[in-house]
């Protein structure tokens, strides 16, 4: 596995003077998930704070080929990139190997791109689909997404006085795109770039379709300091609350293991978004947050302990 | 940003096509509050902070460390709280922006 | 030049096959779906190079065609009606990444309710896509518009995706005698097709499909408004030199009997080969009847229009389609913006018949003509064929 400064040395796929927020996390993970690609790459992303930021005409951040079609398609878009590469090398009118990575929120993953995700995983294109997921529409201001934890405060399913914020548990993508049998499925974090490096370099190194569910934290929309972003994605996986694992060929593994788990609000207190599950009335809905992240963890480690 | 005439739509380029990596003509210091500063001398050369930058603004040559871009840092401080450097011998600090 | 029987699936899907397109992505919908199969087989039996995507949806073949023309391929798809409508979202963004791609469409009703049969409401409604729109009257013509909307979509003052349209079941699943080209005519007929930009060449990254905003959207509208102004005259270069292969000869409109008519239908696709058989006959009567058959709608050649129709005292225009706004269909209210400068305007009326694949009998299409024989005590706005 590469290490950062030979990593360091790779030309960097996004420029400075995009327009996302001071100390977002997603540019991080589109630089890293790009840098471990040792041929050329090819980006498509969905509509989202991603390909609005850094594609403001006439300013794009993009230093690698980059192609926007629309919010719910980046990879049927990527699946049509990648048929046409294929045809070109067929017909002998290209040469040299690229790697497609489709991008997409988790509203444009979860949600709305959840079809064409399916579709082009099943039909088997040779593409790395890695979804930023900050659990919620960022972009047009913070609305619940099928990625939004329960008990998240959200624009459209916001806390209030009668009201904890989400009902309902996210679904859990990972596991569902595991279940679509992939050579390659990951769950990563930001934070702990050393293991998302090397997953995207697994991913790279295996043809066929692969998924990476990448946790982003969103200073905007989960609402904390910014300099605190890596910290926040870290404090994800030591509670396990995003616990980091792949499934590679059907053999599940935890990545990294979590000797002692910090309990989940070392994680939820640093954020507005879960700071009214702090205030009297909620003692149960927290005590039942941690036993479900408890409970997942366990499921998971007995599926494929580190 | 000097304001320049922008194209009208004959000269322009056909179909929503840009070159890439133009935003680095894109000035965003103005929306600095802090700034970090780096001392060579406490720096490991881990790269860390290269790694954390979500703005590419840390300057690395021939893989090593060797400052910031302030047309392009927004002065977010991850790069200073991420810095494994000891709390008396740190490599990088935020100082605030003169106004 | 052999000829087969074909039907107008058949003929779309063989002229797909001579082209062999580098992509083909698409979705099966009744009556367009042979196009897919028959393409899907001639992939599977190797007879074409094209990687051909069976996607999950149409939303998703529009998608993969976009993201495949984007890359620098020659692309196609095929579909109908809630095929075509799941993929509206996607067309806009074909046009404004001045894409080529070329869409077999064939015509049948938006649901609802849902019905599988002929209307032009599908196309209509996206007409104001930026897609080339060349309706096909039978067959044969199904299968020259597909080979010439290649030509005509690449051009470099184009660069505008266009659909070719069937009238389903009508042409799409009846057998007419087809005249082919051999497949190296078509493909020196076509040439190789040459993308400017490509995402895909990874030495001169571009950036496509970037978020303008109130200083430069306009400016790339503006742009494809220009483009569109371009196809009218490429469609008759390209015309000319098919002619000149095949015999046959294409244009934006076909008057039929139009010179001296003192009554006229306007019409679209399947209907005008009807409208012939009942104008001959009135003719043998001595009366004076004519058709303007429009191919290209988009396009609208309304300058066209205006100086063939302006002489004609009595017009009826058809709609296959029907807009509900309380003003005539889509060919109606263009029409007569078209006419509307023109010196000399003829008296026009509309009629909205054949929705969801109603039948178009001569004996309807006698009715109008008998109407236009007295038009002044005709309404505006009729329906042709539906029961009080
Ligand atoms: C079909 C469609 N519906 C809605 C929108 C509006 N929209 C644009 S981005 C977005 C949310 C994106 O959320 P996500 O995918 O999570 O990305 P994020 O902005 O959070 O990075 C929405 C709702 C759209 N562009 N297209
Ligand atoms: S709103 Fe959140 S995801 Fe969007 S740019 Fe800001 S920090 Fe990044
Ligand atoms: S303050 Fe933020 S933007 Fe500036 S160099 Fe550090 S990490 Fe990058
Ligand atoms: S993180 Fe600190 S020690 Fe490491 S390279 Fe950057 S400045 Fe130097
Ligand atoms: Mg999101």
Redesign the pocket.
């Known amino acids: 596995m590469a290490n950062l400064k030979e990593l360091s040395v790779r030309q960097d796929p996004l420029t400075g003077g995009h327009r996302a927020c001071a100390g977002c996390g997603?540019p991080q993970i589109v630089r890293m998930v790009l840098l471990s690609s040792k041929d050329p790459v090819v980006v498509i992303s969905?509509?989202?704070?991603?390909e609005?930021t850094t594609t403001i005409f006439p300013f794009s951040a993009w230093n690698v080929p980059f192609l926007h079609n629309?919010?719910?398609n980046s990879a049927a878009t990527a699946s049509g990139v990648e048929a046409a590469y294929n045809a070109f090398v067929r017909k002998n009118k290209i040469k040299g190997k690229i790697n497609f990575v489709a991008f997409?929120?988790?509203?444009?993953?979860?949600?709305?791109?959840f079809q064409s995700l399916s579709g082009a995983m099943e039909r088997g294109h040779d593409l790395l689909y890695v979804c930023?997921?900050?659990?919620?529409?960022?972009?047009?201001g913070v609305?619940r997404?099928g990625?939004t934890p329960r008990g998240a405060s959200t624009t459209t399913e916001p806390a209030g006085k009668v009201s904890s914020g989400k009902t309902r548990p996210r679904k859990d993508l990972t596991k569902i795109m595991a279940a679509h049998n992939l050579p390659y499925v990951a769950q990563a974090a930001g934070g702990y770039y050393m293991d998302l490096i090397k997953k995207a370099e697994k991913a790279f190194a295996t043809p066929g379709p692969k998924f990476i569910n990448v946790l982003?934290p969103?200073r905007l929309?989960w609402g904390y300091k910014p300099e605190l972003t890596m910290e926040i994605s870290r404090l994800a996986v030591q509670t396990c609350v995003w616990p980091l694992y792949e499934v590679e060929n059907g053999i599940w593994k935890v990545t990294m293991n979590v000797r002692e788990k910090k309990p989940i609000a070392e994680f939820l207190k640093l954020q507005d978004r879960f700071r009214h599950l702090f205030k009297p009335g909620n003692e149960q809905l927290l005590a039942d947050l941690q036993k479900e992240v408890d409970k997942n963890w366990e499921e998971l480690l007995k599926k494929g302990a580190p | 940003m000097s304001e320049e005439k922008k194209p009208g739509w004959k000269e322009l380029p056909e179909g929503d096509v840009l070159e890439a990596g133009t935003a680095a003509k894109f000035n965003v210091a103005g929306w600095r509050s802090e700034k970090p500063v780096w001392s060579k001398d406490n720096c490991i050369q881990c790269m860390i902070c290269w790694i954390v930058c979500p703005d590419s603004s840390v300057k690395v040559v021939d893989g090593k460390m060797t400052g910031f871009d302030y047309d392009h840092c927004k002065g977010c401080g991850i790069c200073s709280h991420e810095c494994p450097t000891k709390a008396d011998k740190r490599a990088i600090v935020m100082e605030q922006e003169k106004k | 030049m052999p000829a087969a029987a074909k039907t107008g699936n058949e003929a779309m899907a063989e002229a797909m096959r001579q082209i062999n397109p580098d992509v083909v992505a698409a979705y099966p919908i009744t009556p367009a779906t042979e196009i897919v199969m028959i393409f899907a087989q001639f992939a599977a039996d190797g007879l074409v190079g094209t990687e051909y995507i069976p996607v999950e949806s149409e939303h998703s073949a529009m998608s993969a065609c976009v993201g495949a023309a984007a890359a620098g391929a020659r692309v196609m798809t095929g579909t109908s009606s809630q095929g075509l409508a799941l993929m509206y979202?996607i067309l806009p963004i074909a046009t404004a990444l001045r894409l080529p791609i070329i869409m077999c469409e064939v015509n049948r009703a938006l649901s609802g309710p849902i019905n599988i049969h002929c209307d032009h409401s599908d196309t209509m409604a996206a007409r104001d896509f930026g897609w080339i729109q060349i309706f096909s009257e039978n067959a044969q013509e199904a299968y020259d518009n597909t080979l010439q909307a290649v030509r005509i979509s690449e051009h470099s003052k184009v660069k505008l995706p266009s659909m070719v349209t069937t009238d389903g079941f009508i042409i799409s699943h009846c057998m007419e005698r087809v005249e082919m080209l051999g497949d190296k005519e078509v493909q020196d007929f076509i040439g190789e097709k040459k993308a400017e930009v490509s995402l895909l060449d990874v030495t001169k990254p571009v950036t496509i499909g970037a978020l303008d905003l109130q200083d430069y959207y306009f400016e790339h509208r503006r742009q494809m408004a220009e483009a569109m102004k371009n196809v009218a005259p490429v469609i008759l270069e390209v015309a000319e030199e098919y002619s000149k292969l095949t015999g046959r000869k294409y244009d934006l409109i076909e008057e039929y009997k139009l010179a001296d008519a003192e009554i006229a239908i306007v019409a679209l696709g399947s209907t005008c080969g009807t409208a012939k058989v009942v104008i001959d006959e009135l003719r043998e009567k001595g009366i004076k009847a004519g058709m303007l058959k429009i191919r290209v709608f988009r396009p609208f050649p309304a300058e066209r229009i205006a100086a063939v129709l302006n002489k004609i005292p009595a017009i009826a225009v058809m709609d296959r389609s029907d807009s509900l706004n309380t003003q005539g269909g889509p060919v109606y209210t263009e029409t007569c913006a078209a006419l509307y400068n023109h010196p000399k305007r003829p008296k026009m009326i509309n009629y909205i018949y054949g929705l969801g694949g109603r039948d178009v009998t001569l004996d309807d299409l006698r009715s109008v003509f008998s109407d236009l024989q007295s038009i002044d005590k005709k309404p505006l706005f009729n329906y042709l064929g539906v029961r009080d």
């Open positions: 997603f969905a509509t989202g704070c991603l609005v629309a919010f719910e997409g929120g988790d509203g444009g993953t979860y949600d709305i791109g930023y997921n900050n659990e919620a529409y960022m972009n047009t609305q997404s990625a982003q969103c929309g | 979202e």
